[in-house]
């Protein structure tokens, strides 16, 4: 029996070799023939219902199956029509009018309605369907107290179907960032037939997304769901601007591991990558016509520090320790040149809003800062621990800034590598010391950064509290008349906040994928919000694909 | 036989329930739960989804709950990934790994195992040193830089093989079955020269070297059996151990298997498939190792000797 | 029943063990004379040479290593060999030779200190379990298959939340986990041999069953004992690096040669001396453990002097 199979083996084995080498058309070269592009997601997504998910591969493959009621630019990030033909907003700012293209369709032909919308919003906002994103409606009226159920009836809320294709939205207060917020996943609207015919509308284990259920509004449909293996979508025919849509359908591929996915590019297995290993990095830009692609990302990269615990209480050892880290050194060698030295929380350029710079790379005033908190030269520190979740990246960032720690002011630092959810655990907590985080924008405006560190909030943390600073947030912000008084109150607010040092900012993130050139139209922009109706394949002739 | 198969059998009962109780009890005290993320949960969504999950009852409701719905055979549903329940999920990476894990031990058991009866043949040689020191290397190359290796050489600089997927590409298929192999393949070459040097000396097999057999006849007629008698108690265990075990190829070569559900079920605190891939985990381990011992017990010429009496 | 349960025999039972019992009896002389035989072994006495070496080295890295381990120099980067480093830096700048000898000091730890624990734990359970017998036998049997299954990486991760990070608790944990199948192992070799003449003779001798276990099983299960020893030592060294991948195990700065070789296993194309030195220390050390694994197996295999 044993020879048999080992005979049995090596027949397998080498048909295999055989047919891998004959037939190895790679699949960016079948791809690029038949318009269907290969991209690397990340991770497999945790489903694909748009009020139950959360988190960026999930974004993208939503983005290709659904349509929301303004869609953004992929150039410009400006709004443009979506589902919605246009839109007008009242004088006081408080009444967005939103005008449905009567061609809109969902994949079963149904026509998208007003009436769609303001079911689906009901029940991203139903408390029992556990939306962990149901707050980003909250600027409609009385959103939240429905979601925290001190309202009962969902028809009390502020969006209404004037007629079929009329959706009114009524907001608290003028909020310049809400037009945005319809591009994002969780104010898409659902179809109602398909989700009642598998179950309860709040039911999140239906199966109602799955290929052959699920019914969508976006330029592509579902054709297959293999799970941690492939996702395939297709072009859709009733998609109202299907004539503008060039692909002929996309691969989405959980990628975790971002060293195996680059040598799939390098293999010809994926048109684009979620990512790259920094080391690759250096070798990518070295080529000519280079595939790699990097771009300013709309997100911080830095270190929280615990303000109710000694030594961090003193807001001198704060200032100390963000002082003490050079960040030029740390974003040019161990970053290598990739990401942007950060001095302050919101990301520089947010439309328009450049955040205040009150610090810079100091080792002399922070080792003065230490001295007046009673550490001269290190001495009688009582330790501290740098807490990080388990990534290679982090790992490098923490080594290095301990380092920077240890020779500017002579302390002493643990580092603390925890897996994932017990690092959250411990941040929920609040027991550490200091713990690295990053914070990416759902949409592009300083108040998403901002609201972060009002007295209390669930993202802060730190133990900042400032009624001053809440209040400029909260109540002056949104009351401003022009976006220039709007800015300068934020700036205002970030001001406050630095100078008080919770938070250690380290780098304004950046995109950093790898691009087969026969990948066109899909730029990079500051929310790395791809717009795949865009996207079409060219091979050039000089390509090495197919040698 | 048979008796002492349904006691086993009996036995993996109570030692499964064990499992199963330590195991429910052990997630929910790990620190960190199913529903932290990133941002902040507001306490009223998080109550919504507890609920959704039984999470918001008594620990022992929910433990009974859950014991109800194993008994009907439902591993309930997923946490890290809504809308699916976790006999899905199992059922969808089971195969997977399962083929994995066979062809792996193919080419284990043929590379290892020829290495390890050709070392034991003519020990102190170099026929002996040159298998044992590959075994080795085997050994002592981990899989998370054998698969790697073996992607950049035939799938990078020669474009023989696929270097992700699996079932997508022809020939996906052939590295990771020997990254994964390999190191068993060390294993049982080390275990397999042992128990033939062993055999080698035994009384009935210098009868068969005086009866003038050949060498070949005399290994795999007679000594072949005892020989791979620690080799089989080794592959028991070994081979439930492949559903953890195959995490690392699995992530390398982006494979869809059961491996990378298990040990990020941890990760995510998806609590019902930590339980669901362990009730599973345990069960294939208890089948495993029965299986081990009756195979050992068929190829132990003594044993065999006494269960024949015993008929 | 039991005699079917017996099944997992190992290997076949060396045949005039009684002599062993003379042998037993005057314990210093067997030592003695596997220490004679071992000398007499070249590839083993290398081992045992490097073993001491790496074991010196590890012990006394605090003062001869190069730089300090944790002294970078970001702005040199991954460099390779050099006059100044003579193994080259990894991304940090740091002195690769340096961060081998200290990662030298966990591996080696840990490789040492765990399969102690394994193979205190396992000789000592396998055997009482093997001897007894029975339903302690099944029942014992049974709380193996249930740590089996049980889920490890939770089990870790309560472990270091609970007692808090600590060395030696890794080193325990990892113990814990790889006794299990060095029970099996030692129970199914002591199953076979009880019924072994030289067994019923000292039993008839009226030795107790502690004194039976330690005098006369364990020695004649050696063997396998050693061999699969020299399997752990690897596993659990590589276990080690896989847990502090993930976070479990030790923390950044310190260093490990599994960690090492993991970090240059993924920049093996732009770095590769950062993969091949860690690499060759640490299969140094293992080729090192087998040959004097194997050199002791010769040595202490009565039978193996008198054919």
């Known amino acids: 029996m044993p020879f048999n ?148 009836d969902p028809n009390d809320l502020g969006v209404k179907a004037l007629d079929d294709l009329t959706l009114q939205v009524t907001l608290n207060e003028p909020t310049p960032y809400f037009l945005q917020l319809m591009d994002h996943y969780s104010t898409y609207a659902v179809h109602r037939p398909t989700i009642e015919k598998f179950g309860k509308a709040t039911d999140r284990f239906t199966k109602w997304t799955r290929a052959k259920n699920i019914v969508s509004n976006g330029p592509f449909n579902l054709s297959e769901w293999l799970l941690n293996r492939r996702i395939s979508v297709k072009k859709s025919e009733t998609y109202w601007d299907a004539d503008k849509v060039k692909l002929n359908g996309l691969v989405f591929y959980p990628t975790e591991n971002i060293v195996s996915e680059e040598r799939m590019f390098r293999a010809g297995q994926l048109h684009l990558t979620n990512d790259t290993p920094l080391e690759k990095i250096p070798v990518y830009q070295a080529m000519e016509n280079t595939p790699f692609m990097q771009a300013p990302y709309l997100g911080t990269y830095y270190y929280m520090l615990n303000t109710q615990r000694a030594p961090m209480d003193d807001v001198r050892v704060r200032k100390a320790l963000s002082m003490a880290v050079d960040r030029e050194k740390l974003t040019r060698t161990v970053m290598q040149g990739l990401v942007f030295p950060a001095y302050a929380i919101t990301p520089p350029g947010t439309l328009g809003y450049q955040p205040p710079k009150l610090f810079d790379y100091d080792v002399e005033k922070a080792k003065a800062l230490l001295a007046e908190a009673g550490y001269p030269n290190g001495e009688g520190w009582p330790g501290l621990e740098l807490m990080y979740n388990t990534s290679e990246s982090h790992r490098k960032i923490a080594v290095a800034i301990q380092q920077m720690w240890k020779d500017a002011l002579n302390i002493d630092v643990t580092l603390a590598n925890q897996e994932w959810k017990v690092y959250l655990d411990a941040l929920t907590q609040m027991e550490y010391q200091v713990a690295r985080r990053g914070w990416i924008g759902d949409y592009v405006d300083p108040n998403n950064f901002l609201d972060m560190f009002l007295t209390g909030g669930g993202n802060n943390k730190t133990g900042y509290a400032d009624p001053l600073y809440d209040e400029l947030i909260l109540t002056k912000a949104p009351q401003a008349k022009s976006k220039q008084e709007r800015f300068a109150l934020f700036y205002e607010a970030e001001t406050m906040l630095m100078e008080e040092m919770p938070i250690i900012p380290i780098y304004t993130y950046s995109t950093k994928r790898l691009v087969d050139p026969a990948v066109k139209g899909l730029p990079s922009n500051l929310m790395d919000s791809f717009n795949f109706k865009y996207v079409w394949l060219q091979a050039e002739n000089t390509t090495k694909e197919g040698e | 036989m048979l008796r002492f198969i349904l006691l086993r059998l009996l036995q993996a009962i109570p030692v499964i329930l064990v499992v199963i109780t330590v195991t429910f009890f052990l997630v929910r005290a790990a620190p960190g739960g199913p529903f932290d993320s990133d941002k902040a949960v507001m306490p009223e969504v998080k109550a919504a989804l507890e609920a959704q999950y039984r999470l918001d009852l008594p620990m022992s409701q929910q433990y009974f709950a859950y014991l109800g719905d194993l008994a009907k055979g439902d591993f309930g549903p997923s946490f890290k990934y809504p809308g699916r329940d976790v006999n899905e999920l199992i059922s969808a990476g089971l195969p997977v790994t399962a083929e994995l894990g066979a062809y792996a031990l193919l080419v284990a058991l043929i590379l290892g195992g020829l290495a390890g009866i050709m070392a034991a043949l003519k020990p102190n040689t170099a026929q002996d040193y040159i298998p044992m020191s590959f075994a080795m290397v085997g050994i002592c190359m981990p899989t998370f830089l054998l698969g790697p290796l073996l992607v950049l050489v035939f799938g990078i600089y020669l474009e023989w093989l696929p270097v992700a997927g699996w079932g997508d590409i022809p020939g996906d298929k052939i590295l990771p079955s020997l990254t994964l192999g390999a190191a068993y393949a060390a294993y049982i070459a080390r275990l397999g020269r042992a128990g033939m040097l062993e055999v080698m000396s035994q009384d009935y097999i210098r009868t068969a070297r005086a009866k003038g057999l050949p060498e070949w006849q005399i290994v795999v007629k007679h000594a072949l059996r005892g020989g791979m008698i620690p080799v089989v108690a080794f592959l028991g265990p070994a081979f439930a151990g492949l559903l953890a075990g195959s995490f690392v190829v699995e992530t390398i070569f982006q494979i869809p298997g059961l491996g990378r559900f298990y040990v990020q079920a941890a990760f995510n605190r998806d609590y019902t498939m930590i339980l669901g891939t362990t009730v599973f985990l345990s069960t294939l381990i208890i089948l495993f190792n029965l299986l081990a011992d009756i195979l050992a017990a068929w190829m132990n010429p003594r044993l065999r000797a006494q269960l024949g009496e015993s008929k | 029943m039991t005699s079917i349960e017996n099944t997992g025999n190992d290997n076949p039972v060396p045949n005039n063990k009684i002599s062993d019992i003379a042998m037993a009896e005057q314990g210093t002389s067997l030592w003695k004379d596997a220490w004679a035989r071992l000398k007499k072994n070249r590839m083993a006495l290398f081992g045992l040479a490097v073993l001491v070496l790496f074991s010196l080295i590890a012990l006394l890295t605090p003062w001869i290593a190069p730089y300090g381990y944790e002294q970078q120099n970001l702005d040199l980067g991954a460099t390779p060999p050099s006059a100044q480093h003579w193994l080259g830096t990894d991304i940090f700048g740091r002195d690769l030779m340096t961060l081998i000898m200290y990662g030298g000091r966990i591996s080696l730890a840990v490789g040492f200190v765990a399969t102690a624990v394994a193979l205190l734990i396992g000789v000592t359970y396998g055997a009482l379990a093997g001897y007894v017998g029975g339903r302690t036998d099944a029942a014992m049997m049974r709380l193996v298959d249930i740590l089996y299954a049980l889920p490890f990486m939770i089990f870790i991760i309560l472990l270091m939340v609970v007692f808090g990070r600590n060395l030696l608790l890794l080193f325990l944990a990892i113990g814990m986990v790889e006794w299990l199948t060095m029970a099996r192992i030692m129970r199914s070799q002591v199953q076979a041999l009880r019924q072994q003449e030289f067994v019923e003779a000292a039993v008839s001798l009226g030795l107790g069953p502690v004194a039976i276990i330690r005098k006369h099983l364990v020695p004649n299960a050696l063997g396998p004992i050693i061999v699969y020893t020299t399997l752990t030592i690897p596993g659990v060294m590589l276990l080690e690096a896989f847990l502090s991948f993930l976070g479990l195990g030790i923390q950044p700065p310190q260093t490990s040669w599994g960690l090492l070789i993991s970090y240059g296993a993924e920049t093996m194309e732009e770095f590769p001396w950062l993969l091949i030195f860690p690499g060759l220390a640490l299969a140094l050390t293992l080729f090192s453990l087998n040959f004097l694994g194997d050199g002791l197996r010769d040595a202490l295999d009565v039978r193996s002097s008198k054919d």
């Open chain 1, 5 to 152: 199979t080992l005979k049995l083996f090596i027949i397998i084995l080498f048909s295999c070799l055989l047919m891998a080498c004959i037939g190895g058309e790679s699949k960016v070269t079948t791809g690029n023939r038949d318009g269907i592009l290969h991209l690397g997601n990340g991770t497999e997504p945790q489903g694909l219902d748009p009020h139950v998910v959360t988190g960026v591969p999930e974004s993208r493959i939503l983005r290709a199956l659904f349509e929301g009621l303004v869609v953004k630019n992929p150039y410009t990030l400006e709004l443009e029509p979506g589902v919605a033909q246009r839109w007008e907003t009242s004088e006081d700012g408080l009444v967005l009018t939103f005008y449905i293209n009567p061609a809109a369709r969902w994949s079963n032909g149904d026509p998208v309605t007003a009436h769609d919308y303001v079911w689906s919003w009901q029940r991203a906002m139903n408390p029992a369907m556990g939306n962990l994103y149901a707050y980003m409606l909250f600027p409609v009226v009385n959103a939240e107290a429905y979601t925290t159920g001190k309202l009962e």
